[in-house]
């Protein structure tokens, strides 16, 4: 029997996705758990995973449409069944003006992404996918210089690579030139910078934790040089892609101590606190344009090496903008690591629906008071941000001494 296959939910604010590439096209043969289309959503490109196997009968959406989610966007089944074809009212639509957009409905028409652009002194409204600006930015292209080929004229990225592979493109030039005879910094025009759907994403949600979250902030300076110590010990007998690093070891740790603390491992709906079974802990990386949190599941009961493997794979699909779903959904508790740009101190803001997140600084070494004497040794400051409605700052203060009962004794998480 012929299986729908419905636009994805990533992410429980997540409310639609442009399907970028079909990867599969219709007559082909698909098996469950293979790549069928791409999408992009606030957070990244996305391969969207067959949910069954047969024959590609349908795709009732068109590559550069924007899809609500749960919305059907391909049929799936036996080889010569029939399937009952969409109609044009009854398909996503792109349009060449904003309509207002209905998660429970796919007959609303949407409209494409235009982005306003300066060329030679002349504006110009230019369609392009967020995916095709963003090949076109990383490989310096003047998106005014290629044709679109996509749905109402839209610029997809297949024109891109098209334009590329011709040497048909120009390449802008990220300053304008300058007479010689001007001072460096001096007389410079304005540039306007588009904001990608990844920073608007990150400052909606930012500005809805800070207006609707009552924070409070608690530090702790942790003695690192068991830590250290033994992070070498374990990297010698480690391959070079192997290694694990400061941060699993931290994370590791915030897994283990969350199973003391349940309540910072929670969520708030209405007048209730619900406490997750599991312990996920979210890690912030780095990516193109703003940064992305992936998922350890279940970190508390991973090994070291496990979390390290998981971390590197997804931040490495992070960065090519090929997150799979599972790697950025289902996060009870967050990390944010600075540590590699020596940074001293810092606070975070929670992610939601979370009620906590953990600030890592830097493991520096300092000069340090100990049994009245003055030596150096390394040490690390961490800050916790937390919901007030949640917890108060006992609670988390006795979160940040159990954190150094691992982290200054880290034998007890190999154990």
């Not at 409905?105 to 369609?127: C, D, E, F, N, R």
């Not at 590197?312 to 289902?330: F, I, L, N, T």
């Amino acid at each position: 029997m012929a299986e729908t296959i419905n636009m994805p939910k990533l992410g429980f604010d997540m409310a639609e996705g442009l399907l970028v590439r079909w990867v599969r096209q219709v007559g082909e043969t698909i098996n469950k758990g293979d790549v069928l289309a791409e999408i992009e959503t606030d957070k990244a490109t996305v391969e969207v995973e067959s949910s069954a196997s047969g024959v590609v009968l349908q795709l009732i959406v068109d590559q550069g449409t924007m899809v609500p989610i749960n919305a059907p966007i391909a049929v799936v089944g036996q080889s010569g069944e029939k399937v009952e074809d969409k109609t044009e009212d009854d398909r996503p639509k792109t349009e060449s003006a904003p309509t207002p957009l209905s998660v429970d409905s796919v007959s609303q028409a949407i409209a494409p992404v235009q982005t306003s652009s300066t060329v030679h002194g002349q504006s110009s409204i230019l369609k392009a996918s967020p995916l095709a600006k963003k090949v076109a930015r990383d490989k310096k292209v003047d998106l005014s210089n290629v044709k679109g080929t996509g749905p109402g004229g839209r610029i997809v990225r297949r024109d891109i690579e098209a334009a590329l592979a011709s040497n048909q493109s120009s390449v802008s030039s990220v300053q304008s030139a300058q007479p010689n005879s001007q001072l460096p910094g001096t007389n410079r025009e304005n540039t306007a910078v588009p904001v990608t759907k990844l920073r608007q994403a990150i400052g909606r949600r930012l500005v809805e934790s800070k207006q609707t979250i009552p924070h409070f902030y608690i530090t702790h300076e942790y003695k690192m040089e068991a830590l250290l110590e033994m992070r070498k010990q374990i990297n010698a007998y480690l391959g070079e892609n192997e290694k694990v690093s400061v941060n699993d070891f931290i994370i590791k740790a915030a897994a283990l101590t969350l199973r003391q603390f349940p309540n910072l491992n929670a969520t708030i709906k209405g007048n209730e606190i619900i406490q997750f079974g599991n312990v996920n802990i979210g890690v912030a990386v780095t990516v193109p344009g703003g940064l992305m949190t992936v998922v350890v599941k279940d970190a508390d009961q991973k090994s070291l090496r496990q979390i390290s493997a998981e971390i590197k794979s997804m931040a490495a699909r992070a960065r090519e903008g090929k997150v799979k779903p599972e790697d950025v959904d289902g996060s009870t508790f967050s990390t944010s690591n600075l540590g590699m740009y020596d940074v001293e101190e810092f606070i975070a803001i929670v992610n939601p629906p979370e009620v906590g997140i953990l600030a890592i600084s830097s493991a520096r070494e300092v000069p340090v008071v100990e049994r009245g004497e003055l030596k150096a040794g390394w040490r690390m400051k961490a800050t916790i941000s937390v919901d007030h409605r949640v917890s108060d700052g006992a609670e988390a203060a006795q979160f940040m001494q159990a954190l150094a009962g691992f982290l200054e004794n880290p034998v007890r998480m190999l154990v």
